[in-house]
């Protein structure tokens, strides 16, 4: 059963705080995803993976860094979190590239940031 | 660079009526659209997905039509029905086939 697992599910930290959510998926795909989703804003890429240690920023990466240590894993780190930081963070996987296969997401991570 | 545009925040129609979701978008590459519907607590699942080479993509009674004149890429179905309370996602990969943007999102709301 080809799955996306995020942990946690719910958090909540104070200004300053680190922040790490975690991702992790069984399907060997080399691309993972970090996107966030604001009401209003849609879904907006953080940061892609394209395999273990091969990381590239996508569209609103300030505040944000990743890793990937190993393929069936992807975290998104938050140093010194910030109110506007409060948000649902979805880590997505795909086999190959869009033109071939469709995303995979997780069920979210809901980040309060106080 | 690569753009999709989703106009319609919110859609609140009755069990069956006609749905027609707007999106288009802007690239220089040749686009992969899709469409991705997202429940109430999930993450978002792939609805449909159309290349340049099939220009017409349906799912579940959903439809959506490449048009490369217009570079519009609408959802339509002909009769919503309670379940398909979600909001909708466009997206699209562009020059960079591994980078998937989406649109605002749209938010059915479909009364019984």
């Known amino acids: 059963d080809m799955k996306v697992t995020q942990m946690p599910r719910y958090l909540i930290k104070r200004m300053g705080e680190n922040v790490l959510l975690e991702c992790g998926q069984d399907?060997?795909?080399?691309?993972m995803y970090w996107y966030r989703q604001d009401p209003g804003l849609g879904l907006q890429l953080i940061y892609i993976s394209y395999d273990v240690d091969s990381n590239s920023e996508g569209d609103i990466p300030k505040g944000y860094r990743v890793s990937r240590k190993k393929r069936e894993h992807f975290s998104l780190i938050l140093d010194s979190a910030k109110t506007n930081q409060t948000s649902v963070y979805f880590c997505?996987?795909?086999?190959?590239?869009?033109?071939?296969?469709?995303?995979?997401f997780g069920e979210g991570s809901k980040l309060t940031v106080l | 660079g690569d753009s999709v545009i989703q106009m319609q925040g919110q859609v609140t129609l009755s069990e069956n009526d006609f749905l027609f979701i707007n999106c288009t978008y802007s690239?220089?590459?040749?686009?992969?659209l899709f469409w991705y519907v997202q429940y109430s607590g999930e993450g978002p699942q792939l609805l449909l997905q159309v290349t340049t080479a099939n220009n017409k993509g349906s799912s579940r009674g959903f439809e959506a039509t490449y048009d490369k004149g217009t570079t519009s890429f609408h959802l339509q179905k002909t009769s919503v029905q309670e379940i398909d309370s979600a909001v909708y996602y466009c997206?699209?990969?562009?020059?960079?086939?591994?980078?998937?943007?989406f649109g605002k999102g749209t938010h059915l709301h479909v009364l019984p």
């Open positions: 399907m060997s795909h080399e691309t």
């Open positions: 997505a996987s795909i086999p190959g590239t869009a033109n071939t296969g469709q995303l995979y």
């Open positions: 997206a699209m990969s562009g020059l960079n086939a591994y980078k998937v943007i």
């Open positions: 690239t220089t590459g040749y686009p992969t």
